[in-house]
């Protein structure tokens, strides 16, 4: 039996560990042999790979980012994509795949397994934690971390100044890092992308913090928007899944509460450093499970699922299950935190 692996998508916190399950276990319980594809579905794409074994995957615990690389490609728009992927995996004798991705690299998935009959498993891997069949992907809790660990020192420099600091953090179209970070770092304003915010409430609450004598902290997701007008958008160019380059609503803010309020405003945008470094104990334990679910799920023939925490539990469901609509943040979770807005 020999089994591939890719990473594909935005890299992540916890990439590594899943691999060195996969790998640990495939090898020593049920004496798989193991190949690595290179920068997410370009490798079967292209047929780029790398050896996988035991020693291939030896100190990457910790690492952050993926040993194996990766991309945003997608096949399935590419000219034969199918027909090189089936190819490729011919080529080299691969039984199975174990793709690891968020939306886009498992949607890929569920189409290759569900219409063309190739045996995927599938791992859910983001930062946005926004699949809706696992309770929490991995990266999460790294990326909130950072998000956190900023935000408290933020405070410290808004305060010296007593301006008010707009941080910018990721998730696309759920407001999943804004809203745990947020609350977590004392932010005094969340805004996310489920909820449209009203500006002129926005410059009330930084106004009224500053009437207690404090310098006000305005956490913004990325894909947050205004109640009146479109998503704010500093490059309007899409990758090879059809999704827009998100980021810019946080200098657009700044620059409308300072106009508004007469208040210094300054934007820090947190970017790529959310998905960089070293993984939170908590991403390496449930990317470590996911990896062993994942190649039990493969031993059992179970192809075209994924593995996904249920409180406690790893359990398989069908990835295009997983794929069908994002988890976003419920109203009434987002209405607990109003009470700190001011």
């Known amino acids: 039996m020999r089994v591939g692996v890719l990473t594909g998508g935005g890299d992540c916190p916890g990439l590594n560990a899943v691999i060195r399950a996969i790998v640990r276990k495939g ?24 050896p ?26 590419t000219e034969h994509g199918v027909r090189r992927i089936k190819d490729n995996l011919a080529k080299y004798e691969v039984d199975a795949l174990v793709t690891i991705g968020g939306e886009d690299t498992l949607g890929v998935a569920a189409t ?15 930062i946005d934690n926004d699949l809706s069949a696992t309770d929490y992907t991995f990266g999460f809790d790294t990326a909130v971390g950072i998000a956190t660990e900023a935000i408290d020192r933020l405070h410290t420099t808004a305060e010296s100044h007593m301006r008010v600091l707009v941080v910018e953090v990721m998730g696309r179209h759920a407001g999943w890092i804004a809203l745990h970070s947020g609350l977590a770092g004392g932010a005094n304003v969340i805004l996310i992308p489920e909820q449209r915010f009203d500006i002129d409430q926005v410059c009330a609450w930084v106004t009224s913090r500053f009437r207690a004598s404090y310098a006000p902290i305005v956490v913004v997701a990325e894909g947050a928007m205004p109640a009146e007008g ?30 508004r309020t007469g208040k210094e ?25 996911f990896g062993l ?44 935190v109003g009470v700190f807005f001011g």
């Not at 319980?29 to 780029?48: A, S």
């Not at 790529?272 to 908590?282: D, E, L, M, Y």
């Not at 192809?303 to 419920?330: E, F, N, Q, S």
């Open 293 to 336: 679910h994942a190649i039990e799920a493969v031993r059992d023939g179970d192809y075209g699922v994924m593995v996904a925490l249920r409180g406690t539990d790893i359990v398989r469901v069908p990835i295009a299950d997983a794929t069908a609509r994002l988890k976003t943040v419920d109203p009434a979770l987002y209405a607990e």
């Open 112 to 126: 290759l397994s569900d219409e063309y009959g190739i045996p995927c498993v599938g791992v859910p891997k983001t």
């Open 27 to 50: 090898v020593q319980e049920y004496g798989y042999d193991f190949i690595g594809f290179r920068d997410g579905w370009r490798g079967p794409l292209e047929g780029e790979t790398v």
């Open 52 to 77: 996988l074994s035991i020693p291939a995957v030896r100190g990457i615990l910790p690492r952050g980012g993926t040993i194996l690389g990766s991309s945003r490609t997608n096949p399935l728009t």
């Open 230 to 259: 479109e998503m704010i958008l500093k490059d309007e160019s899409h990758d090879s899944f059809g999704h827009v380059r998100l980021s810019g609503v946080g200098e657009w803010l700044a620059k409308e509460i300072e106009r």
């Open 265 to 289: 405003a300054r934007t820090t945008v947190l970017g790529h450093v959310q998905r960089g470094g070293t993984p939170s104990a908590f991403d390496r334990w449930l990317a470590t499970r």
